[in-house]
Structure formats: structure tokens, C-alpha cells
Nanobody, 115 residues
Framework: QVQLVESGGGMGQTGGSLRLSCAAS????????MAWYRQAPGKQRELVAG???????NYADSVKGRFTISRDNANRTVYLQMNSLKPEDTAVYYC?????????WGQGTQVTVSS
């Protein structure tokens, strides 16, 4: 059973930083894409950032230049470094990974940015 556990959420201030972690219960070294999504109240879940098996990354336009996704295959962890936080970054952040063709999601971690 694949489990993804997010941590690192909480309260942040405008202009501040937070780092989210996503720990997997299985190896992620063979996983093509690991990604972070977020869902704000009343809005659809949206892709924030993704990272491929060779380290190729992609970002939503709204976070480009502020957020950085990275992966540590040895520790089975994916990170999301969030800098220059804005109130509109407030959302529940979810980690997603595809293992053997099946998408798995973490339980989510709340990020709240105060103005």
C-alpha cells in the first residue's frame, strides 16, 4: 500500500517562506512524476508544481520564480520550497505520485498566509 504523508504546512506571513515535505512509504526513484497540488476554499484543485524522474520541473504560472519543487529519492521525499508567500497561496496542499500507473494522494496539509 502506497502512502504519501505531507508535513510542513501552517501559518506564514506575506513575503515569508514555508517548506512542505511529502514522505512516501515506498521508493520514488522509479516514479515518473511527483507533484504538488493545492485547493483553496470554493476552488478546484490545481497543479502547483511537478518533477519528473530526471529532475525536470514544471510550475503553475502563479508560483513561478517563488516556489521550487525537489526530490530526494534516497529518502523517498519530495519537497516544495515556498518563498515570497502571498495571501492567495492559502490552500490545502496535496502531494501526488503515480506508482505502477495508479495515482496516489496524500491527506493534505493546510497553508495559511496572512497579509
Amino acid at each position: 500500500q502506497v502512502q504519501l504523508v505531507e508535513s510542513g504546512g501552517g501559518m506564514g506571513q506575506t513575503g515569508g517562506s514555508l517548506r512542505l515535505s511529502c514522505a512516501a512509504s515506498v521508493s520514488i526513484s522509479g516514479t515518473n512524476v511527483m507533484a504538488w497540488y493545492r485547493q483553496a476554499p470554493g476552488k478546484q484543485r490545481e497543479l502547483v508544481a511537478g518533477i519528473g524522474i530526471w529532475g525536470t520541473t514544471n510550475y503553475a504560472d502563479s508560483v513561478k520564480g517563488r516556489f521550487t519543487i525537489s526530490r530526494d529519492n534516497a529518502n523517498r521525499t519530495v519537497y516544495l520550497q515556498m518563498n515570497s508567500l502571498k495571501p492567495e497561496d492559502t490552500a490545502v496542499y496535496y502531494c501526488k505520485g503515480r506508482f505502477l500507473g495508479v495515482d496516489y494522494w496524500g491527506q493534505g496539509t493546510q497553508v495559511t498566509v496572512s497579509s
